[in-house]
């Protein structure tokens, strides 16, 4: 039998490689970005169109190539950031494998010009699948510039797998993000669709974050700075109350190179232990420097997986150095004067051509001085089935579109069984006609109905009812408050880019809110049911919550801000609520369109029936 064994040729093997290391527009960023810096540029710009479908340029100041090394660099295996094997182990570059350009020229369209300081004129080289177009003598700037063209042309199925341009475009700002924070001595520029998102000047740490994240970071942020014989950590963490609801904005970093390590991270987050609200991730930015021959980066492709010799001493390390931070500043801001809530005496003058709104008065009609309760029976909701009578009572009667409701009448006995017996309430002599309901553990409401026992998660029912209003008043004249000091919000630029694209829902939704320059908005009036205190921490949450919608390609902008309005505002577990209070948490749920589960799909009630019960007690 002959042989049936062959060497690949070159340009597959290269396609083969860049499957591993060219994943999306946002990891040929990654590898460009990485080798301008390891070529000690001083300046850097990213261009990108069409979230890096059509093009991806990164332009340096660094060292350039010679013409040889011009062509040699897209070749695989081709880097002069090792020589022998010994160099794995004492890395302080971030490239060393020498595939990326040799993947990205396999599966993309390249245009490469590079010039070294001290020759007159430069290379040029155009590269298409691994093959070599053209290469000529250039007049071009010192540095580098590449260009890589139509990613993906030469394999329609991966330019097929490609998400959306929002999605693409987020994976590319967070690869920016991780190259930018760390490098803060570069100065850098994206641009997208000839747009300019970022310009960051040469600065600290501290700067950098607050150019990237928006400038409210500056109150965020608590320095950690610690240094034993095995690690120097240097960086921020967030103070707790500004949690996020994902693990979003963890950076970690280990000689000036992103990592992932989850060990790590729990170690930030044990650190914090009780001081995180429920389900929530602290937010940080943390520089480790480490001997470079006591950790192995080579452990993946992308090299975001590093092994650490002293991996459990370190953990301790960070452990306790973000504790002290925390101990020692939360003991701080307790006597801080709040610069962020409180009134602004010097604030920046309005830029030209901004009108400030005149003040306009809303009036609610329905508004009803007796009542002293935050849920308003009848005044700020209404639907025909709970109007009727004023009472959810009534709605086990009236509705029959709710099959599983419409059997059952409550009682409306004014009888209260207490664990001491049969007793009369207060409400018993003076309200008639109104179901008695008592809150379980600070979180469940129970009442009775006739045939057996209903019980509520107060949260959950909430979230359905400010749910569906909120859905209902798009569109509609809807129910806003002036506030008496407009709110100035800031967000970073691309956060500001969402909130401009959400805008007209927000205003549906009860916001009055214009731009002032590129990434504040000031806000004249909000939705009725929120405080102006949190306006801002509302908004990121929206945007930080619109932005995992459109990750699971869930993309309708108005139910995307209905249901964040609704999580943030609902009433919580644990919070103690008044009679009146439940009772129009029940009324308001069953005049629901779909009162049986919360917006997000949980169930918002248990009814046990008479033959449960009795099945119970067997
Ligand atoms: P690696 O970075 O792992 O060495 P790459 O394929 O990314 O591999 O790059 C190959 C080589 O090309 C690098 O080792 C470097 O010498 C050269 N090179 C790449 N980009 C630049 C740049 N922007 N400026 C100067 N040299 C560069
Ligand atoms: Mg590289």
């Known amino acids: 039998m002959s042989d049936i064994i062959q060497l690949l040729p070159d340009s597959v093997a290269n396609q083969i490689a860049a499957g591993e290391v060219v994943q999306r527009p946002a990891s040929a960023v990654k590898e460009l970005l990485?080798?301008?810096?390891?070529?000690?540029?001083?300046?850097?710009?990213?261009?990108?169109?069409?979230?890096?479908?059509?093009?991806?340029?990164?332009?340096?100041?660094?060292?350039?190539?010679?013409?040889?090394?011009?062509?040699?660099?897209?070749?695989?295996?081709?880097?002069?950031?090792?020589?022998?094997?010994?160099?794995?182990?004492?890395?302080?570059?971030?490239?060393?494998?020498?595939?990326?350009?040799?993947?990205?020229a396999a599966v993309a369209q390249v245009e490469l010009k590079t010039k070294m300081r001290d020759n007159e004129l430069g290379t040029s080289i155009v590269i298409e699948g691994s093959e070599i177009k053209e290469q000529s003598v250039c007049q071009?700037?010192?540095?580098?510039?590449?260009?890589?063209?139509?990613?993906?042309?030469?394999?329609?199925?991966?330019?097929?797998?490609?998400?959306?341009?929002?999605?693409?475009?987020?994976?590319?700002?967070?690869?920016?993000?991780?190259?930018a924070l760390i490098h803060t001595d570069v100065a850098f520029s994206f641009y997208s669709n000839d747009k300019l998102i970022y310009q960051l000047e040469s600065s600290n740490l501290h700067q950098r974050i607050t150019g990237l994240f928006g400038n409210n970071y500056k109150q965020r942020?608590?320095?950690?700075?610690?240094?034993?014989?095995?690690?120097?950590?240097?960086?921020?963490?967030?103070?707790?109350?500004?949690?996020?609801?994902?693990?979003g904005e963890q950076y970690m970093f280990v000689n000036n190179r992103f990592i992932k390590n989850f060990y790590f991270n729990n170690a930030i987050e044990k650190a914090y232990a009780d001081l995180l609200p429920e389900k929530t991730y602290p937010s940080?930015?943390?520089?480790?420097?480490?001997?470079?021959?006591?950790?192995?980066?080579?452990?993946?492709?992308?090299?975001?997986?590093?092994?650490?010799?002293?991996?459990?001493?370190?953990?301790?390390?960070?452990?306790?150095?973000?504790?002290?931070?925390?101990?020692?500043?939360?003991?701080?801001?307790?006597?801080?004067?709040?610069?962020?809530?409180?009134?602004?005496?010097?604030?920046?003058?309005?830029?030209?051509?901004y009108i400030p709104p005149a003040p306009t008065i809303s009036v609610n009609p329905n508004f009803n001085p007796f009542e002293s309760t935050s849920y308003k029976r009848g005044t700020t909701y209404s639907e025909p089935a709970y109007d009727k009578g004023n009472k959810w009572e009534n709605f086990f009667e009236i509705s029959n579109e709710k099959p599983e409701m419409s059997t059952y009448t409550v009682e409306s006995n004014m009888e209260q069984e207490t664990?001491?017996?049969?007793?009369?309430?207060?409400?018993?002599?003076?309200?008639?006609?109104?179901?008695?309901?008592?809150?379980?553990?600070?979180?469940?409401?129970?009442?009775?109905?006739?045939?057996?026992?209903?019980?509520?998660?107060?949260?959950?029912?909430?979230?359905?009812?400010?749910?569906?209003?909120?859905?209902?008043?798009?569109?509609?004249?809807?129910?806003?408050?002036?506030?008496?000091?407009?709110?100035?919000?800031?967000?970073?630029?691309?956060?500001?880019?969402?909130?401009?694209?959400?805008?007209?829902?927000?205003?549906?939704?009860?916001?009055?809110?214009?731009?002032?320059?590129?990434?504040?908005?000031?806000?004249?009036?909000?939705?009725?049911?929120?405080?102006?205190?949190?306006?801002?921490?509302?908004?990121?949450?929206?945007?930080?919550?619109?932005?995992?919608?459109?990750m699971q390609k869930f993309n309708d902008k108005e139910q995307s801000i209905a249901l964040s309005m609704a999580k943030q505002l609902a009433v919580k577990k644990g919070t103690k609520l008044k009679q009146e209070e439940m009772q129009n948490i029940i009324a308001q749920l069953f005049s629901c369109k779909i009162p049986n589960t919360s917006p997000f799909g949980k169930k918002t009630m248990i009814i046990m029936k008479d033959n449960e019960l009795t099945e119970k007690f067997k």
């Open 34 to 104: 990485e080798n301008a810096i390891d070529a000690g540029a001083k300046q850097i710009k990213l261009i990108i169109k069409d979230a890096g479908r059509t093009l991806i340029q990164v332009i340096d100041d660094g060292c350039g190539m010679s013409d040889t090394d011009a062509r040699l660099c897209f070749e695989r295996h081709a880097t002069s950031k090792i020589r022998s094997a010994h160099d794995l182990f004492v890395i302080r570059t971030m490239g060393f494998r020498g595939e990326a350009l040799a993947s990205i």
């Open 419 to 550: 664990l001491f017996g049969t007793e009369t309430t207060e409400s018993d002599t003076t309200t008639h006609n109104t179901s008695t309901t008592i809150q379980v553990l600070n979180r469940y409401i129970v009442s009775t109905i006739s045939s057996g026992l209903l019980v509520v998660d107060q949260q959950r029912a909430h979230e359905r009812i400010l749910y569906e209003r909120f859905i209902s008043r798009t569109g509609k004249e809807c129910i806003s408050q002036q506030i008496m000091f407009p709110i100035q919000c800031s967000f970073s630029a691309a956060d500001a880019e969402i909130i401009s694209e959400i805008m007209p829902e927000l205003k549906d939704m009860g916001f009055e809110m214009n731009p002032l320059g590129n990434t504040v908005f000031v806000i004249t009036a909000i939705p009725a049911e929120m405080n102006d205190g949190e306006v801002q921490n509302m908004l990121d949450e929206m945007v930080e919550d619109y932005k995992n919608s459109l």
């Open 284 to 353: 940080f930015f943390i520089n480790m420097e480490v001997d470079s021959s006591r950790i192995d980066v080579n452990i993946h492709p992308t090299k975001t997986e590093v092994k650490f010799l002293d991996e459990v001493i370190i953990y301790a390390v960070l452990r306790a150095a973000v504790k002290k931070t925390l101990g020692q500043y939360s003991l701080a801001t307790e006597f801080e004067f709040d610069t962020v809530e409180g009134m602004d005496l010097n604030p920046a003058p309005a830029p030209k051509g």
């Open 140 to 179: 071009c700037n010192n540095g580098t510039s590449i260009a890589v063209k139509n990613l993906f042309f030469n394999i329609p199925a991966r330019r097929s797998f490609l998400k959306s341009n929002s999605i693409e475009l987020k994976h590319i700002e967070e690869e920016f993000f991780r190259v």
């Open 221 to 247: 942020l608590h320095p950690v700075e610690e240094q034993t014989e095995q690690v120097k950590i240097r960086g921020y963490v967030c103070k707790p109350e500004f949690s996020k609801k994902t693990r």
